[in-house]
């Protein structure tokens, strides 16, 4: 999938992974107190650039993008979750989906009124 052959660009790929690093990212926070639970994230912008190389596809951008987050102080229980740290991601996340949301509608707006004819 060339993200610059869509008609949205890039946005809409990356509403994708904003939409799949927001589960991520969610369910880190809920196991946070979970045993042995391992942390992860997604790198957004390798995701991206997956996607966009030829014969790639968003779903396995993602996968390959998606990496287990180094704690920076190890729990005793084996759980690599940093509650501050996942809840500061999160949010930073919710805005840039957000914000990717926005120009995808703005977007849809412009086809909207060029297919009216306005």
């Not at 190389?53 to 690599?80: F, M, W």
């Not at 926005?102 to 009216?116: C, D, P, Y």
């Amino acid at each position: 999938m060339q993200m610059t052959d869509s008609l949205f660009g890039v946005h809409g790929a990356a509403l994708s992974v904003r939409s799949q690093r927001m589960g991520v990212l969610a369910s880190n926070i809920a196991n946070a107190s979970t045993p042995g639970y391992k942390a992860k994230d997604i790198d957004f912008r390798a995701a991206l650039a997956s996607a966009d190389a030829p014969g790639g596809s968003i779903d396995g951008a993602i996968d390959a993008a998606t990496l287990y987050r180094v704690p920076v102080q190890s729990s005793a229980d084996g759980n690599t979750v940093e509650l501050t740290t996942e809840q500061t991601a999160f949010a930073e996340n919710a805005v840039a989906y957000q914000t990717t949301l926005s120009f995808l509608n703005g977007r849809i707006g412009q086809i909207s009124r060029a297919l009216k004819g306005e």
